[in-house]
């Protein structure tokens, strides 16, 4: 069985989630569903990430298969949450 690593972008000006390529970065990068733009600037580190999380996975697989090591699975996200810190003006 193979691992493939699956990017997904979540568009805040829209609320909607949207797979991106990991495998074939694009020269610009828009929300399919609203069409807002993500800074050109922000694709190189974008695919940085992605690769890195790519990478960690296949060592994680690579080490349990090969050193018999405990199995694990990098997967991102981000969640909003309300800290008192929010609340100081």
Not at 2 to 9: E, F, N, P, W
Not at 25 to 50: T, V, W
């Amino acid at each position: 069985m193979s691992m493939v690593t699956i990017a997904k972008l979540h568009c805040v000006s829209c609320g909607n989630d949207f797979p991106i390529s990991a495998t074939r970065k694009p020269q610009h990068i828009e929300c399919p569903f609203c069409q807002s733009r993500m800074a050109d600037d922000m694709i190189e580190n974008l695919y940085g990430a992605i690769l890195s999380v790519a990478d960690i996975n296949h060592h994680f697989r690579k080490y349990n298969i090969e050193r018999d090591e405990s199995a694990f699975v990098l997967s991102v996200t981000d969640q909003e949450v309300h800290l008192a810190i929010d609340d100081i003006e």
